[in-house]
């Protein structure tokens, strides 16, 4: 079992479809970090989160500690949000983050 | 404004080459820096992390090593490439001494051993 687990593994949405994706994970962290990786293999970090939520546009990540989860919402999604999204989790500098396998994502027009 | 600049973007080498690929951060200062590499289908893994000049971890023992000559660069190297070495390499950078990790990445190395 990996120690974070993201799922979907694969989305296929309609443009403007409300999208979720769940990141699970069993190690002690003191961040969560959500990536967005486009077709190129360049990565941007969307959010890094320690506890309740973040939003940034029409992104919405919320964490539950509690429960060792944690969720990436776009609201009004739109072809140009087709990427691959990882889920990392670990200290909050770099050196120790465990990352997801990702999720392709794909929004139809 | 911080940039973080990779070369180069598509390498293909022979097994058995030597391997150099480089990483320069612009506009910050002491940066920790990674290495990380994505095999196909897989997650990223960290390969190496310096905090400082003359400073590497190394997560994974492979035939890759890393080097930070300078606070800004940052070079990952091979004396001999494996075919197990394929795969698409990311250097990445945070900002050290504050409580934040979020990392900022290059644009990555796809390299292709044969």
């Known amino acids: 079992k990996n120690e974070v687990e993201q799922s979907p593994q694969n989305l296929t949405a309609q443009e403007g479809e409300f999208i979720t994706i769940n990141c699970s994970y069993s190690v002690g962290i003191s961040a969560l970090h959500w990536l967005q990786q486009h077709p190129g293999g360049g990565i941007v970090s969307l959010f890094m989160?320690?506890?309740g939520k973040k939003k940034h546009g029409r992104l919405i990540a919320t964490i539950n500690i509690q429960e060792k989860h944690s969720s990436l919402h776009i609201t009004a999604s739109h072809p140009r949000d087709s990427a691959v999204y990882i889920c990392a989790a670990g200290e909050t500098s770099g050196s120790r983050l465990t990352f997801g396998e990702g999720t392709q994502l794909t929004v139809n027009p | 404004s911080q940039t973080i600049h990779q070369w180069p973007a598509t390498l293909v080498q022979p097994v058995g080459s030597p391997l150099s690929l480089e990483c320069t951060v612009e506009?910050?200062?002491?940066?920790?820096l990674y290495w990380y590499r994505q095999a196909a289908g897989r997650g990223l893994q960290l390969l190496f992390y310096s905090v400082g000049i003359g400073q590497i971890s190394s997560e994974v023992p492979q035939n890759l090593s890393a080097s930070r000559p300078q606070d800004r660069q940052f070079i990952l190297s091979s004396k001999k490439l494996l075919l197990s070495d394929s795969g698409f390499y990311l250097c990445?950078?945070?900002?050290?001494?504050?409580?934040?990790?979020?990392?900022?990445f290059g644009e990555g190395s796809r390299l292709t051993v044969l």
């Open positions: 989160l320690s506890s």
């Open positions: 990445a950078w945070s900002v050290r001494h504050r409580n934040t990790g979020e990392l900022f």
């Open positions: 506009g910050t200062s002491n940066p920790n």
